[in-house]
């Protein structure tokens, strides 16, 4: 699903945030990226929606050279992944049903269709109940939870979640961690940055760790925490 082959990633022409990456992902898969703040996780990320583009090297998606994707392209490819944020990104003067509907709105989804996926998203994270409220009078795991709502409602193939847990209690982080996992199940790849060790451990799945803008571990997670 994913494949980045020498991949480096330079800002202004010295600071190198990301050097010499080779992994692959394959589809269907759930895997954690780690590193210490400035490891390059986020770039890494933003490699993968097409917000940056790649020094050197080549990041493949689907077994496609995203580099090479033409402008008119881009919109689309970012269509088919789901992104979670840290900061929720909400818009806070729409409902939560409105906010999730946005990207089908986007997309010019008949509003049928689209109210029907939204409410079957919200159900997948359990704020059905919470359609009409606006994201103030939430909690920060339910917003987090209509982030990932949001993200879903396409039904994606690719996943992606930067730091989705940082502002959350350890209750609250696992809940949001069994809903990626729950996605990850019905075959959807799922690729989070993550310092949570402890956590990560605990959910057994492949850990690739960064430091200074280097892969310097491909494991699993029982070993982050040995």
């Known amino acids: 699903m994913i494949a980045f082959e020498h991949v ?6 010295r600071f190198e945030a990301l050097a010499g990456l080779d992994f692959h992902v394959r589809r269907g898969e759930m ?31 689907a077994g ?18 789901g992104v979670v944020f840290q900061d929720h990104q909400l818009l806070l003067d729409r409902s939560v049903f409105a906010n999730v509907a946005l990207p089908l709105e986007i ?21 059905l109940h919470r359609e009409k409220a606006l994201p103030i009078e939430l909690s920060s795991g ?11 409602v396409n039904k994606p193939a690719l996943l992606l979640a930067d730091e989705p847990t940082g502002n959350l209690d350890p209750q609250l982080s696992a809940d949001i961690m069994r809903l990626f996992e729950d996605f990850n199940r019905i075959g959807t790849t799922v690729m989070v940055a993550s310092h949570d060790l402890a956590l990560i451990a605990r959910l057994r799945h492949r850990v690739l760790r960064l ?14 925490a040995s």
């Open 107 to 127: 997309q010019g989804v008949e509003p049928r269709e689209a109210a029907r996926r939204v409410r079957a998203a919200l159900e997948k994270v359990g704020l």
């Open 211 to 224: 430091r200074d803008g280097r892969l310097i571990a491909d494991e699993h997670a029982h070993e982050v």
């Open 8 to 13: 480096g990633k330079r800002y202004g022409g």
């Open 31 to 61: 895997v954690f990226l780690t590193g210490h703040s400035g490891a390059g996780k986020s770039s890494l990320l933003r490699l993968i929606m097409r917000l940056e583009r790649p020094s050197r090297g080549r990041v493949m998606v």
């Open 64 to 81: 496609h050279d995203i580099d090479r994707l033409h402008d008119s392209q881009v919109p689309f490819y970012r269509r088919q992944i």
């Open 142 to 152: 339910e917003q987090q939870r209509i982030g990932i709502a949001r993200a879903v």
